[in-house]
Nanobody, 120 residues
Framework: VQLQASGGGLVQAGGSLRLSCTAS????????MGWYRQAPGKQRDLVAQ???????NHIDSVKGRFTISKDSSKNTVYLQMNSLKPEDTAVYYC???????????????WGQGTQVTVSS
């Protein structure tokens, strides 16, 4: 199983970016997908996640600005980021908890990070 993230970049404060992450490989079912971020010198923190039934959760600092969504047919999760602030600058990582078969327990997988830089 691989998670491939894309969509990061450099943007001015107030701008927008859309991150995408696609899971590929042996996938039976996906329990949830999400995005974490890690700023320099800080721990990796959850930003938003979405469950298999579409229930979403966003941290308070991004509510109203970021929106997580998914396309289950493509095993893809998105993070639409609007009104970006310099404090949103970080490496963003996608994650998925999924089963490779009905006989396996769910496992967590991580994608490579994608850099988001917001200039003031």
């Amino acid at each position: 199983v691989q998670l491939q993230a894309s969509g990061g970049g450099l943007v001015q404060a107030g701008g927008s970016l859309r991150l995408s992450c696609t899971a590929s490989g042996r996938i039976f079912s996906i329990n949830r997908m999400g995005w974490y971020r890690q700023a320099p010198g800080k721990q990796r923190d959850l930003v938003a996640q979405i469950t298999g039934d579409g229930t979403t959760n966003h941290i308070d600092s991004v509510k109203g600005r970021f929106t997580i969504s998914k396309d289950s047919s493509k095993n893809t999760v998105y993070l639409q980021m609007n009104s970006l602030k310099p404090e949103d600058t970080a490496v963003y990582y996608c994650t998925a908890q999924l089963r490779e078969s009905a006989y396996f327990s769910p496992k967590d997988y991580w994608g490579q990070g994608t850099q988001v830089t917001v200039s003031s």
